[in-house]
């Protein structure tokens, strides 16, 4: 396939060289400077850019009539937006805050312990997340997807960084050295916890996930998620 990459940064080089060790050719890197030239030759656009910058990348996708991979945080306010967009345009659009299998397994598990402990209000369940100290956004994609999961499946209505009434989850973010990203859902009671944790290593699981998501996206139409990609629905 013919990849746009809109966003070359750390995630950006980890795609790059991941899509040229499973043969595709990249036929654009564009970071801040540069324009979309060469976006309408690719077969899919893969975003990893920043908050400020994923709307305007994907909507340039959509308009090029190329199918998106967004893996960008910190602009879900925008996303029924992009959806729509999709849709006029009869694009494929996939996009997750976390592209890695361990991360998209972990949600499974959430959603189901979720609704195990939805049984029993002796436990509060809070989510930890830590990432790099050049993460622009806080909480993690990652966390509110997890958070919306737990809330799917219980009674919680919300989630908060600040302290959290009875139905709200909170979320503590943590920014340390170089940290890919690890996360950790805890059940507490006064008598024992329960936790949840995922552990990235280093960016290759997101990085793999997106390009894999990317090669099934091609010839779609419509709006899907990695759900749909690892046959988890
Ligand atoms: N879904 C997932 O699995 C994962 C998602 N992410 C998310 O991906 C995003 C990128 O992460 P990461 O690569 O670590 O961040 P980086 O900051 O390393 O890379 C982002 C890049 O986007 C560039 N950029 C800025 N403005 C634009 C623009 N208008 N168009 C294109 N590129 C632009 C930045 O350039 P400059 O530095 O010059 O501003 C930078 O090089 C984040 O939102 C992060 O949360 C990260 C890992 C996994
Ligand atoms: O910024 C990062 O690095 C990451 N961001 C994503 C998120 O916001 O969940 C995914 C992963 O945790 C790494």
Known sequence: MKIAL??????????????????????????????????????VAIDFSVPTAAVANISSAFHANVPVVSGTTGWLEHFDEMVALCNEKQGGFISSSNFSLGVNIF?????????????????????????????LDAPSGTAISLAKGVIENSNYANWTMDEAKNNEIHIEAKRIGDVPGT??????????????????????????????????????KGIYSMKDVLNLK
Do not use: C, P
């Not at 949600?107 to 830590?130: G, H, P, R």
């Not at 329960?194 to 960016?203: D, Q, S, V, W, Y």
């Open 107 to 135: 949600f499974e598990l959430n959603e189901y312990l979720a609704k195990i402990m939805s049984q029993f209000d002796s436990y509060k369940v809070t989510m930890e997340e830590i990432h790099h100290t050049q993460k």
């Open 6 to 43: 809109l966003g070359y940064g750390k995630m950006g080089k980890v795609i790059e060289r991941i899509a040229l060790e499973r043969g595709h050719e990249i036929v654009l890197k564009k970071d801040e400077s540069n324009t979309y030239d060469g976006l309408s030759t690719a077969d």
């Open 183 to 220: 996360h950790t859902v805890t059940y507490e009671s006064i008598v024992d916890s329960i936790e949840l944790k995922h552990t990235a290593h280093n960016r290759e699981g997101f990085a793999l996930g997106a390009v894999i998501a990317a090669e099934w996206l091609a010839g779609k």
